[in-house]
């Protein structure tokens, strides 16, 4: 069975940098296309970018575009969500899911725990 666990989330001051990761286990990462979601406090749950199963196809919601990239290697079962140019917006917990049937569009049927980034000076 497919587990996600996600890292790299913590606190980081306005205009920062950081790099979340999503590793899997248990099944070929290859066979799921994985997305980005954030939780932040007060709000509903928004998708933040999605890399297909191949990593030929990415997508960001607006707010992220231009200041976050999305990567995957699948010989080493992660994804990888670049944040930069971070603002107090951004902060939430960070949670990766897989999809396994229409890329991206596909329903996502496995979540992480989630990584908590907070930005504030």
């Known amino acids: 069975q497919l587990q996600l666990v996600e890292s790299g989330g913590g606190l980081v001051q306005p205009g920062g940098s950081l790099r979340l990761s999503c590793v899997a286990s248990?099944?070929?990462?290859?066979?799921?296309?994985i997305g980005w979601f954030r939780q932040a406090p007060g709000k509903e749950r928004e998708g933040v970018s999605c890399?297909?199963?191949?990593?030929?196809?990415?997508t960001f919601t607006d707010s992220v575009k231009g200041r976050f990239t999305i990567s995957r290697n699948n010989a080493e079962s992660t994804v990888y969500l670049q944040l930069n140019s971070l603002n107090p917006e951004d902060t939430g917990i960070y949670l990766c899911a897989a999809a396994r049937d229409w890329d991206c569009l596909g329903k996502f049927e496995t979540w992480g725990q989630g990584t908590q980034v907070t930005v504030s000076s």
């Open positions: 248990g099944f070929p990462l290859n066979h799921y296309a």
């Open positions: 890399i297909s199963k191949t990593g030929g196809a990415m």
